[in-house]
């Protein structure tokens, strides 16, 4: 979609295998992959005989069944949720009952703004409104366990409860889907709001972590610099998008064709609705016009500053 960002798709680990990344975090795929989830979400078990357990996945028996066995004679202590889409939270019931742990976040899944009259959460059967965590982390919450403290990073913009977890005294952070080392996630209303998500990059950015381990692929490595170049490479969409409408009024459809060349047609959908957010963005902005509230069927139009 993109070649300003060096994106790195090598990730072999297969479905079931729990492996041992760095001292003290494991991480364990479930095999659910597809065009917005990669390989599939990977779970992460975080200490050794007191674990916390993150993004325990989709309900998937098989990868329910590899996480309870992974864990096996340890106490889970913690059931940390990213954030509420569905190949992320689901699970998280099952192994509270089977391990009695509880469950930290934010849920149910909400949306970033209200709905406008008529219009349907365009990705709905991506939400988990079933998620009710036990205890809900604001920014800065400390969790912990002999042998590890997590603190709560709140970073929405994919979803509005969307929040990553940093490990104190080691460079890492569990990043869910706000940042991934094989493509940039969708940020696709209502779920997610672009200038939410531009915030939680800033932040991120202002941060120490420079290894991120996130919801599917690979790690992230260098991650300062990566989220630098995800801040250009979303102003560089934003440019295009201006320089699009610079041309006269468009629409959405108008804009995808001529943003991104050679989009998996799957993914067509999700753009439109990632060129939505930016459009939402420039409005509340005031550099584009648009009659009533931005929508996925507006047309759009540059305001020219007057003077
Ligand atoms: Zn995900």
Redesign the pocket.
């Known amino acids: 979609m993109s070649d300003d960002i060096p994106f790195d798709k090598s990730f072999d680990l297969p479905p079931g295998r729990v492996e041992e990344v760095m001292p003290g975090v494991r991480r364990l795929l479930c095999n659910n992959p597809g065009p917005?989830?990669f390989k599939g979400?990977v779970t992460y078990i975080v200490g050794r005989d007191q674990v916390a357990i993150i993004d325990p996945g989709p309900i998937d028996e098989a990868h329910i069944a590899a996480l309870l066995d992974a864990v096996r004679g340890e106490t889970v202590t913690h059931i940390l949720v990213t954030?509420t889409?569905r190949?992320?939270s689901p699970a998280a019931a099952s192994i509270k009952a089977a391990t009695g742990a509880k469950t930290y976040g934010e849920g149910p899944h909400r949306a970033a703004r209200a709905l406008h009259i008529g219009e349907m959460p365009p990705l709905d059967s991506s939400g988990d409104r079933d998620f009710h965590p036990d205890i809900v982390l604001p920014d800065g919450e400390v969790v912990s366990s002999p042998g590890w403290r997590l603190e709560a990073v709140t970073t929405p913009g994919h979803t509005a409860n969307h929040i990553a977890f940093a490990l104190e005294g080691t460079p890492v952070l569990f990043c869910?889907?706000h940042v991934m080392a094989w493509s940039t996630?969708v940020v696709a209303p209502p779920d997610g709001a672009m200038s939410d998500y531009m915030a939680s990059l800033e932040k991120l950015g202002r941060r120490a972590e420079t290894l991120y381990f996130p919801?599917?692929g690979g790690a992230v490595r260098d991650a300062p610099r990566f989220v630098q170049l995800y801040i250009a490479h979303r102003k560089a969409r934003e440019a295009s998008i201006l320089r699009r409408l610079a041309t006269g009024e468009t629409d959405i459809p108008a804009l995808v064709r001529s943003i991104y060349i050679g989009l998996d047609p799957r993914l067509t959908k999700a753009a439109g609705l990632s060129v939505l957010a930016h459009l939402e963005d420039l409005t509340a902005r005031g550099l584009v016009a648009t009659a009533g509230t931005p929508s996925i069927e507006g047309r759009y139009r540059l305001v020219v500053a007057a003077g």
Do not use: E, M, S, V
């Open positions: 917005f989830t979400t954030h889409h190949d992320h869910g889907d996630p919801g599917h």
